[in-house]
T-cell receptor, first 113, second 112 residues
């Protein structure tokens, strides 16, 4: 079945560090890919999404590029802030399946001043 | 603006008890979901519904029932709570299929 793999379970950085969270997927065709962010006590909220190969999604300084060749959608930010501390989820919606959204395991980001 | 409301925010149950979680949305969305969130395991789909009175099982449906009697509401029942169970249950919804789901704030379950 369709799946999403996030390599990092936890990431600890200092402010102004560069962030990469790896996301690889397995699905046929061209799934839509998403990044969500979840702050403590809240539900996940959409950062951005991408639907086509080489499409770049971006929001709040975060960005990711859809790469069908490597089946990846890695999240990057050039300079993290303490306020970016949260859990980040990569997700996909398969092109062949109605509605169902599949999530990765999540990556907990902690940024210290 | 619209909102997804989950009740209760916190739920404490006893082993073997039947527990019901509720979700209401005022976006007039067709599709609604229930996800379970456990630390280190991400979000796992329990049930979803693409319209009123429709129910579709997710990967984690065993031990749960769901109900979608109105377009705006989607309920989840834990049929027999497991001792020491702790999880967050998240409700989500979207309109057209290409929209990104919006999430509620979750119901935090603890079973004694």
């Amino acid at each position: 079945g369709d799946s999403v793999t996030q390599t990092e379970g936890q990431v600890a950085l200092s402010e102004e560090d560069f962030l990469t969270i790896h996301c690889n997927y397995s699905a046929s065709g061209y799934p839509t890919l998403f990044w969500y962010v979840q702050y403590p006590g809240e539900g996940p909220q959409l950062l951005f999404r991408a639907s086509r190969d080489k499409e770049k999604g971006s929001s709040r300084g975060f960005e990711a590029t859809y790469d069908k060749g490597t089946t990846s959608f890695h999240l990057r930010k050039a300079s993290v802030q303490e306020s970016d501390s949260a859990v980040y989820y990569c997700a996909l919606r398969a092109s062949s399946s109605f509605s169902k959204l599949v999530f990765g395991q999540g990556t907990s980001l902690s940024v210290v001043p | 603006g619209g909102i997804i409301t989950q009740t209760p925010k916190f739920l404490i149950g006893q082993e073997g008890q039947k527990l019901t979680l509720k979700c209401q949305q005022n976006f007039n969305h067709d599709t609604m979901y229930w996800y379970r969130q456990d630390s280190g395991k991400g979000l796992r789909l329990i049930y979803y519904s693409i319209t009123e009175n429709d129910l579709q099982k997710g990967d984690l449906s065993e031990g749960y029932d769901a109900s979608r009697e109105k377009k705006s509401s989607f309920s989840l029942t834990v049929t027999s709570a497991q001792k020491n169970e702790m999880a967050v249950f998240l409700c989500a919804s979207h309109g057209q299929n290409n929209q990104a789901p919006l999430f509620g704030e979750g119901t935090r379950l603890s079973v004694l």
